[in-house]
Structures are given as structure tokens and as C-alpha cells.
């Protein structure tokens, strides 16, 4: 039988960035390589997985305009490098042979101080009249993207449409549709892209692999 591959839209950018820093914001590239590691997932020593389908999970970038609390000024973010590389990001996803682009929606999003200035604010090291811009950044929250993930892999179980799942993704919240389908004999792989991941969440997938370059550390 075949596989299907899941990727974690925003845990595989992140990642990705890590990997190719020059690249952030290069959505060619981006949707060719979740492809290429997609694929990659297919062959192991002998053997050759048909591919059901690549799953892409992600949600629409911001597009509203919002105030920057410190100066007052206006930001239209649909113009942001970020949502300008989203959309094309997907679109590209989308004219993806045998890719399927699942997006959430944005549950949450509004200003935040930075942590790193918000402890300094804290400590007493700076004040409130000393911040400037760039001091706050929009906190962004998906919603329905896990609930998605956990959907498609209980369906793809149960209708017995694959043998195998490879999650791209590196946090926790697979579990329960994990030990789902290992219940129903699937063959359940976590590919962190190299984050290492609790020793905890091993007893709960059949194999850690991950098939892309190894980041470098970030002191280099």
C-alpha cells in the first residue's frame, strides 16, 4: 500500500529558515523542497512506498490593518514581505501534483512585546517611554490546523487508504491521533527536521527520520 506524507506548514518554515536562511522568503524554492523531503519519505534501504498524497497544512497570512501601539502608525500587513510569501507559497502548493493544501483560519492576532523586551521591562532595565517600534511584533495564533492534521490521519486510517504516515511536525499534539493509527497497524513516522524532540514522545511513533539538511548551529 502507499504512504502519505503531512507537513506542519508553519513548524516546516520555521525549520526551513533555519536550513536556508538565505531562502526565507523564497516561495519557489520553499514549496519545492516540502515536496522533495515529501518524496524523499517514499524510499527506505529496499523499499519503495507508492505516494497516496502530500498534505500541506497552513493558514492565510494577516491581512487587515492594524495600528502599531507604540507610534501610533498605521501598518497594512497584506503588504508585508510575510503575507506576500504566503500567498505565493500557496499558490504554488496548490499546482503541487498530488499535494492537497489544508488551511486553517487565524484565531488570534494582535500586538505583543517582545520577549527579550519584556523581561528587560521587568527587571527595571528599561521604560515604558523608551520603547520604540520595532520593540513589539504581531502574536499570531492558528486555529484549526491540529484539529485538521488529527481529521485527516484518523480518516486515512480507518479507510485504510495507507500503511504508512510520515508527520513533519516536532510538537506533541499528534499524540492521540498517532497511537490511533498504530492501534490500526499503520506505521506512524515523525520527521522533526532535526529538532530534537522528547525522549517520551518515542513510545509513541514507529520511527524518527529526518531527511533534510542538518541545520547549522547558530552560532555559526
Not at 497544512?57 to 503575507?83: G, I, L, W
Not at 504516515?165 to 490500526?184: C, N, Q, S, T, Y
Request: aromatic fraction near 8%; hydrophobic fraction near 40%.
Amino acid at each position: 500500500m502507499s504512504a502519505a506524507i503531512l507537513i506542519d506548514g508553519a513548524y516546516f518554515i520555521k525549520r526551513f529558515r533555519r536550513i536556508e536562511p538565505h531562502n526565507s522568503y523564497n516561495a519557489e524554492r520553499m514549496a519545492d523542497m516540502a515536496c522533495r523531503y515529501a518524496l524523499m519519505h517514499l524510499v527506505e534501504k529496499t523499499i519503495k512506498h507508492p505516494l497516496y498524497r502530500i498534505f500541506f497544512y497552513d493558514c492565510p497570512p494577516v491581512e487587515k490593518k492594524m495600528h502599531n501601539p507604540v507610534t501610533k502608525r498605521s501598518v497594512d500587513f497584506s503588504k508585508s514581505k510575510e503575507a506576500i510569501f504566503r500567498r505565493e507559497l500557496h499558490e504554488r502548493l496548490r499546482r503541487k501534483r498530488k499535494l492537497a493544501l489544508r488551511l486553517g483560519t487565524l484565531a488570534h492576532a494582535e500586538w505583543a512585546l517582545k520577549p527579550n523586551v519584556e523581561i528587560d521591562l521587568l527587571k527595571g532595565k528599561r521604560s515604558f517611554e523608551e520603547l520604540t517600534e520595532d520593540d513589539v511584533a504581531l502574536d499570531v495564533r492558528q486555529k484549526g490546523v491540529d484539529m485538521r492534521i488529527g481529521l485527516d490521519i484518523s480518516s486515512l486510517t480507518f479507510k485504510k487508504q495507507v500503511n504508512k504516515i510520515v508527520l513533519i511536525a516536532g510538537d506533541a499534539d499528534f499524540v492521540p491521533a498517532a497511537k490511533l493509527a498504530r492501534r490500526e497497524g499503520i506505521d506512524f513516522v515523525l520527521d522533526p527536521m532535526w529538532l530534537r524532540i522528547p525522549n517520551e514522545l518515542n513510545e509513541h511513533i514507529d520511527g524518527l527520520r529526518s531527511v533534510c539538511q542538518k541545520p547549522r548551529p547558530r552560532n555559526q
